[in-house]
């Protein structure tokens, strides 16, 4: 069954974002064509006690008091603040996002309290609440506690606050799977869409920006130790590990027919997805690229289009030693005979968002879709010998794009390839 056959289309309608790169839109888009890096010294702990020095830093800002009450948020964003104590940093940076794309798709924020609206949404938690919570649990005996501790720290927080934020009424879910976890939510997005289980789904990839969350990957050896905005630099010889940053990423998704119906313009067409797992290790790829390779091969399978149709693959690529060398590969088993096309990680301006990797570099594809261009590969100066045989443009390109694949893989051996296509208006 094509993407035609289904009796329903998903379709991306609203954009949203909080991330390193910028804050809306229009400010990610222009950093992608000027390759404006989100990669600044981080602030998480006294200067020189941290030996990874840079972070993918979200600017304007201010949710590091241990007090809500001192969360300083731009003017611009509005946040109801009976829903400011049981929201982590990254539910703000989700709500201003949320609230982005539920604009951009023409919608008001009362159409999403109906049953046919469903939520999904990816998160790893907030250890920084968590924290709070714990101390103030042994400090007390167990005697006094936050009585929001639980739904502003684990990781269904999401769920639980914009469920109720927005009056969601269809479904409500999360994901957990990782660097894959926003990825699964658009796959499973696109499911529920062409089964008529939804007619609209807003996918929401949210993390947040605080030692707690990005330092652990230090201890793990995951995590770049350069000092300056070239410390990520996927597919290069000198890359050294990933820079983790944080942030919100929202997607509206919905039926084709909803989308017309409202006179709703679509940045892409969501053709299909495909996913598998390694089975080989808790934290490293499996090195030949075998089953991120079979997830390509699903996707383009549920799409029913031609690999060598695809304008350029979006990598996940996050600019460790191990995982892009097991990329590139599981990319040439794919194309095999078939030329290669361009192969883009965006995570050089934009660093690594973990659970909202997915959901954001989704929406990238989508802006880059709509708009003719094609993002370039920042900081690939001396590609790894290993990697030479992809095709790995540097800059951004003029480009129309009609299919665009899309990989994110994560811990566990997860992988998810998504399809998203040119809309059919």
């Not at 969360?71 to 990254?90: D, N, T």
């Not at 009056?167 to 939510?185: D, Q």
């Not at 997915?358 to 802006?367: P, S």
Request: hydrophobic share 40%; aromatic share 8%; with cysteine.
């Amino acid at each position: 069954m094509s993407s035609f056959d289904w009796p329903h289309r998903p379709v991306i309608t609203g954009l949203g974002f909080i991330s390193s790169i910028g804050n809306d839109a229009s400010a990610v888009l222009e950093a992608l064509r000027t390759q404006q890096s989100g990669i600044a010294p981080h602030t998480f702990m006294p200067d020189g006690q941290s030996q990874i020095k840079v972070a993918g830093m979200v600017k304007e800002f201010d949710l590091s008091s241990d007090t809500w009450t001192l969360w300083q948020i731009p003017e611009r964003f509005k946040v109801r603040r009976e829903f400011l104590r049981s929201l982590p940093p990254h539910g703000i940076y989700a709500v201003c996002a949320a609230d982005q794309a539920i604009a951009d798709a023409g919608l008001d924020p009362a159409d999403l309290a109906n049953d046919e609206t469903a939520l999904f949404a990816a998160s790893a938690g907030s250890p920084f609440m968590m924290g709070q919570h714990v101390r103030l649990l042994y400090e007390t005996r167990g005697r006094r506690g936050n009585p929001m501790g639980v739904v502003n720290s684990i990781s269904g927080t999401l769920n639980f606050n914009l469920g109720a934020y927005y009056h969601i009424r269809g479904a409500n879910l999360g994901f957990v799977s990782a660097c894959t976890s926003s990825s699964h939510a658009v796959g499973h997005a696109i499911d529920a869409i062409r089964l008529g289980r939804a007619r609209r789904v807003m996918v929401v990839g949210a993390e947040d920006c605080n030692a707690e969350s990005v330092l652990p990957f230090a201890a793990m050896r995951a995590l770049s130790q350069g000092g300056d905005a070239t410390a990520s630099r996927p597919w290069d010889k000198r890359r050294d590990g990933f820079v983790a940053t944080g942030g919100a990423a929202v997607l509206i998704i919905e039926s084709a027919e909803a989308a017309a119906e409202r006179g709703a313009t679509p940045y892409a067409e969501l053709l299909g997805w495909g996913q598998s797992a390694d089975g080989y290790s808790i934290a490293a790829p499996e090195p030949e690229g075998q089953y991120l390779c079979r997830a390509m091969e699903r996707a383009v399978e549920d799409a029913q289009i031609a690999r060598e149709d695809i304008s350029w693959l979006h990598a996940h690529a996050t600019s460790t030693p191990t995982g892009d060398l097991a990329e590139a590969k599981a990319i040439r088993k794919f194309f095999g005979d078939t030329p290669c096309p361009p192969v883009v990680s965006t995570k050089g301006q934009s660093d690594h968002g973990l659970s909202m990797a997915g959901a954001f570099e989704v929406g990238l594809c989508a802006l880059s879709m709509r708009h003719g261009f094609r993002p370039g590969n920042a900081n690939l100066q001396e590609p790894d010998p290993e990697v030479e045989s992809l095709h790995l443009p540097t800059a951004p390109t003029a480009t129309k794009s009609r299919y665009i694949l899309k990989n994110n893989c994560g811990f566990g051996g997860s992988n998810v390839s998504l399809l998203l296509g040119t809309p059919v208006l």
